[in-house]
């Protein structure tokens, strides 16, 4: 039996404070951030504010995520020195999506651009 990684088991709303400080410490706005999550994930922004006061896990995050995007598969590259494109198991490729979304919102990417626009 494998274990779980950690972050399937972290609330996302103890991450979520670290992505904003990533992007607005770049020049980008919690808004966008915020458009990215809701692209990615089909939540809306009342949504996700309210999953931040439940305090759901990641796994739970994206299990219940009521659209995940279809282009999302076209989110390409490496986070944490993996390709994106080669994460076999499900629920942490969903969550590199988003990493690398976030990666490229904080290194100036246009929006047109990482929402595969």
């Not at 009342?46 to 282009?71: C, G, I, S, W, Y």
């Not at 590259?77 to 499900?90: A, F, K, M, N, S």
Request: aromatic share 8%; hydrophobic share 40%; net charge positive.
């Amino acid at each position: 039996m494998t274990t779980k990684h950690r972050i399937f088991t972290t609330p996302f709303a103890s991450v979520y404070p670290l992505y904003v400080a990533k992007v607005e410490k770049k020049g980008r706005t919690k808004a966008e951030l915020d458009a990215i999550i809701c692209w990615l994930t089909g939540y809306q922004q009342k949504e996700l504010e309210a999953l931040m006061q439940e305090r759901k896990d990641f796994e739970t995050f994206f299990a219940e995520a009521p659209k995940l995007n279809p282009a999302r598969t076209l989110v390409k590259g490496v986070v944490c020195g993996v390709r994106v494109e080669d994460i076999q198991e499900p629920t942490m490729r969903e969550i590199r999506y988003l990493d690398k979304l976030v990666d490229e919102l904080a290194k100036g990417k246009a929006m047109e651009k990482i929402l595969r626009s």
